[in-house]
């Protein structure tokens, strides 16, 4: 019991010591980040000249905002990514559970092309923003297949029926939206007159 003790005592004081040695050099640049000298080791007073510095240089903020902007479209991308990662492995799970076959004949390339799609979109929208009447458009001609794309895969996998019933629709209305949007886009006229109109 007392072993016991000791053993929990010590792993106590080095988890302890291996925080201290991690996070004491983050903890001393913060403090000495309000120092009014320019010495890392000498505190000369509190002073935040150095953040006025920092707030007042451009070329510096746009380092910043492109950062913070990668990393919230990495952060988005990521997120749908594993969303979709995530649906097919559950997926994969009921497959086997189930006795199934229909995992790599329709829960894969349903979650796979579904997760491309938004994600490309997604990426365009991010790095090619004077195309985003593109994007979108072209977005919606896709997501219209894709719904055809899907009542194949149901027909092939589990039998229902062997003509194509319910995704003409979206279909459809998906390829007339998106053609409407590719119009606005080359169009530039047509463009002016509906931001001035709409605010688009």
């Known amino acids: ?3 016991r003790r000791q053993n929990s005592i010590g792993d106590r004081v080095l988890m302890a010591l291996v925080f201290l040695f991690l996070y004491a050099p983050i903890i001393i640049l913060i403090v000495f980040s309000f120092n009014a000298g320019t010495s ?3 505190w000369k007073g509190f002073s935040l000249k150095w953040y006025e510095s920092l707030l007042s240089n451009r070329l510096i903020m746009n380092s910043v905002y492109t ?3 990668v990393s919230l479209l990495s952060t988005i991308v990521a997120a749908i ?12 799970y ?3 559970a189930t006795g199934g076959h229909w995992f790599l004949t329709f829960a894969l390339p349903v979650t796979g092309t579904i997760g491309v799609l938004v994600t490309t979109v997604v990426t365009l929208l991010r790095y090619v923003p004077s195309g985003t009447l593109y994007t979108l458009g072209g ?6 297949g894709y719904a055809v794309l899907v009542e194949f895969l149901l027909n ?10 319910w995704s003409f629709y979206p279909l459809a ?3 007339v939206l998106g053609v409407m949007l590719l119009v606005v886009a080359v169009c530039k006229p047509l463009r002016r007159s509906l931001h001035k109109k709409f605010f688009i």
């Open 173 to 175: 209305v998906c390829v």
């Open 139 to 144: 977005g919606l001609i896709l997501a219209g």
């Open 94 to 96: 009921i497959n086997f």
């Open 40 to 42: 890392s080791s000498v």
């Open 1 to 3: 019991m007392t072993g």
């Open 81 to 92: 990514a594993g969303t979709f990662a995530a649906i097919g492995l559950y997926l994969l």
């Open 67 to 69: 950062t913070l902007m």
């Open 156 to 165: 092939i996998t589990f039998h229902l029926h062997d003509t194509f019933l």
